[in-house]
């Protein structure tokens, strides 16, 4: 579900056919948190390599079994909402039902997003974190790794995670939880 600047909301839903169809709903909003977005009905296949074994993509990849295996994927951390697991039977899933509002706490979900990853890793596989464009929420999980595991401050943890994927942007509220974890894990430094 996307809301346009007006208020109106529309329902994107993908068709049999793979595509996307749209439901415009007439009844406007008038809610302050309703946002604008581009209509954008192509698939989007990039794939992008945050650190060695670690990805981060939109739903589109997520629905592409030849990609996710092209790339040694065994795990995939799903922080979309109405977004299957589409090939359970290939990966190990970690299904995080995530908002991308600026009031969803997704500091709660870091330490197991972490661990999941790390497991991966240790058995020589990838992980790949996705949420529906991978803009925010999955941009957020990618970043807060980095700054833990890593241990990189927030800024250039941003940049990195941003020179392989342009397009991140973690909403105002992600953004926030990030300043306050870096705090909390580099409190002498920040």
């Known amino acids: 579900m996307h809301s346009k600047k007006q208020g109106n909301v529309?329902?994107?839903?993908?068709?049999?056919?793979?595509?996307?169809?749209?439901?415009?709903n007439p009844e406007p909003r008038t809610q302050e948190r309703c946002r604008g977005f581009v209509y954008d009905f192509k698939p989007d296949l990039q794939m992008a390599s945050i650190t060695p074994g670690l990805y981060l993509s939109s739903q589109d990849v997520a629905s592409?079994?030849?990609?996710?295996?092209?790339?040694?994927?065994?795990?995939?951390?799903?922080?979309?909402?109405?977004?299957p697991n589409y090939f359970p039977?290939?990966?190990?899933?970690?299904?995080?039902?995530?908002l991308d509002l600026p009031e969803q706490n997704v500091r709660l979900v870091f330490e197991e997003c972490f661990d999941f990853i790390d497991e991966a890793m240790s058995t020589g596989g990838s992980t790949l974190v996705h949420c529906n464009a991978g803009v925010?929420?999955?941009?957020?999980?990618?970043?807060?790794?980095?700054?833990n595991r890593q241990r990189m401050?927030?800024?250039?943890?941003?940049?990195?995670?941003?020179?392989?994927?342009?397009?991140?942007r973690p909403n105002d509220g992600f953004m926030q939880q990030l300043k306050e974890y870096e705090k909390e894990i580099h409190p002498l430094t920040t």
Do not use: D
């Not at 529309?10 to 415009?24: K, P, Q, T």
């Not at 592409?64 to 977004?83: D, K, M, T």
């Not at 039977?89 to 995530?98: C, D, E, G, I, S």
């Open 10 to 24: 529309l329902l994107e839903r993908r068709n049999s056919a793979g595509g996307f169809s749209g439901i415009l």
């Open 64 to 83: 592409n079994l030849e990609l996710l295996r092209s790339r040694n994927i065994r795990h995939i951390i799903n922080v979309a909402w109405g977004i």
């Open 89 to 98: 039977q290939h990966f190990r899933y970690l299904k995080l039902r995530l």
């Open 136 to 147: 925010s929420r999955s941009s957020t999980i990618c970043i807060a790794y980095l700054m």
């Open 153 to 168: 401050r927030l800024v250039p943890a941003l940049n990195q995670v941003r020179m392989e994927r342009p397009i991140i």
